[in-house]
T-cell receptor, first 114, second 108 residues
Framework: EPEVTQTPSHQVTQMGQEVILRCVPISNHLYFYWYRQILGQKVEFLVSFYNNEISEKSEIFDDQFSVERPDGSNFTLKIRSTKLEDSAMYFCASRPGQGNYGYTFGSGTRLTVV | RKEVEQDPGPFNVPEGATVAFNCTYS??????FFWYRQDCRKEPKLLMS???SGNEDGRFTAQLNRASQYISLLIRDSKLSDSATYLCAVLTGNQFYFGTGTSLTVIP
């Protein structure tokens, strides 16, 4: 079964440092997403990406965040200057297109900011 | 008002019991509905889509009530392996909104 792959599985970084979280969505999917889940809380939408541009973003996705799809396979989330409150599980997801398709999630990157 | 509201539980039920979860959504334009299962510290995994006519997959039955804007998940004959958090997800436009999840523990 096709998978969404995320690396690394766990990242520890110092406050103020930049991190890049990487995702390889399913190859024939067209819509890509980043979500985060703070421990014990709900899955929160960050950003959606379609046709090489951001289609929607949430209030969480401020100027410290950016996304890229540099080479047609990878889909990255960059946090420029991490804060303690950025500590969370970050999930990448993709879906094939419009219509009644659910997301396929990657296994997540656990980001710990110290 | 939250897009999706869900009773967080926890639900603790004995093996073999039937348990039901409900979820309400606020946007009447929402077009698709899903149930996800999330194990501790893992990613959500798609359990089933929810169709207007209701649908069943083995021990799991999902229902949608558009008039009242809620979806439900019924699990019959609970197994220990059903212990997890169940998230409802509502697709509005191209964005999914998730409920907080309902925690289920099936007890031997």
């Amino acid at each position: 079964e096709p998978e969404v792959t995320q690396t690394p599985s766990h990242q520890v970084t110092q406050m103020g440092q930049e991190v890049i979280l990487r995702c390889v969505p399913i190859s024939n999917h067209l819509y890509f997403y980043w979500y985060r889940q703070i421990l014990g809380q709900k899955v929160e939408f960050l950003v959606s990406f379609y046709n090489n541009e951001i289609s929607e973003k949430s209030e969480i996705f401020d100027d410290q965040f950016s996304v890229e799809r540099p080479d047609g396979s990878n889909f990255t989330l960059k946090i420029r200057s991490t804060k303690l409150e950025d500590s969370a599980m970050y999930f990448c997801a993709s879906r094939p297109g419009q219509g009644n398709y659910g997301y396929t999630f990657g296994s997540g990157t656990r980001l710990t900011v110290v | 008002r939250k897009e999706v509201e869900q009773d967080p539980g926890p639900f603790n039920v004995p093996e073999g019991a039937t348990v039901a979860f409900n979820c309400t959504y606020s946007n009447s334009a929402s077009q698709s509905f899903f149930w996800y299962r999330q194990d501790c510290r893992k990613e959500p995994k798609l359990l089933m889509s929810v169709y207007s006519s209701g649908n069943e997959d083995g021990r799991f039955t999902a229902q949608l009530n558009r008039a009242s804007q809620y979806i439900s998940l019924l699990i019959r004959d609970s197994k220990l392996s059903d212990s997890a958090t169940y998230l409802c997800a509502v697709l509005t436009g191209n964005q999914f909104y998730f409920g907080t999840g309902t925690s289920l523990t099936v007890i031997p």
